[in-house]
């Protein structure tokens, strides 16, 4: 069963807002990694964290690996309205066999009417 | 160039029939992965190669069938297709091994509809 619980599931954002995602689980994770997903298209790796406590950037995203080693968080700052899509965070989980991901639900950003 | 390709990008069918999705990648990597997205967007993992060789085979029913005839190729054959089956189907790869190994890239999908 889903092993990531990512919140919030959906939020609203207004031009030049910065927001907020995170991702938790009850197990540890070696990795964990973000990706966009825009409307018919796959999914696209934003950032790949491997330590604890590591803090990384990517133009107006920043993702952090918690120090537990069981949540991870993805800020966006000054959202712009290209942004609007759905985030997964998705983790290796510690003694996963192969290389399998486990993915979190999603969190959708939408647009404020 | 596209990375990570998907053929067809959709595939509409009626139920009974067999269907094939197929998938290359051009990065080099070592590991394929075939993805299921359902209508509430959750991703889930069917398959996994390393090599051409099946590392992870999660419960998928007999019906599908992944084949990897190199590394740089992985396809997806689907018998007997049924309502159930609709979903967009994403393939991704990674590279197995070295600094970045779980780092996985995904096809643009294929939106398969079961009528």
């Known amino acids: 069963g889903q092993q990531l619980n990512q919140s919030p599931q959906s939020m609203f954002i207004q031009e030049g807002e910065d927001v907020s995602m995170n991702c938790t689980s009850s197990?540890?994770?070696?990795?964990w990694l973000w990706y966009k997903q825009d409307p018919g298209e796959g999914p696209v790796l934003l950032i790949a964290l491997y330590k604890a406590g590591e803090l990384t950037s990517n133009g107006r995203l920043t993702a952090q690996f918690g120090i537990t080693r069981k949540d991870s968080f993805l800020n966006i700052s000054a959202s712009i309205p290209s942004d609007v899509g759905i985030y997964f965070c998705a983790g290796q989980l510690l003694g996963a066999a192969g290389n399998k991901l486990t993915f979190g639900g999603g969190t959708r950003v939408l647009v404020k009417p | 160039d596209t990375a990570v390709s998907q053929t067809p990008k959709y595939l509409v069918t009626q139920m009974g029939n067999d269907k094939s999705i197929k998938c290359e990648q051009n990065l080099g990597h070592d590991t394929m992965y075939w993805y299921k997205q359902d209508s509430k967007k959750f991703l889930k993992i069917m398959f996994s190669?390393?090599?051409?060789?099946?590392?992870i085979n999660e419960t998928v029913p007999n019906r599908f069938s992944p084949k990897s005839p190199d590394k740089a190729h992985l396809n997806l054959h689907i018998n007997s297709l049924e309502l159930g089956d609709s979903a967009v189907y994403f393939c991704?790869?990674?590279?197995?091994?070295?600094?970045?190994?779980?780092?996985?890239?995904f096809g643009p999908g294929t939106r398969l509809t079961v009528t």
């Open positions: 197990s540890i994770f070696n990795t």
């Open positions: 190669y390393n090599n051409k060789e099946l590392i």
């Open positions: 991704a790869s990674s590279p197995g091994t070295g600094e970045a190994p779980y780092e996985q890239y």
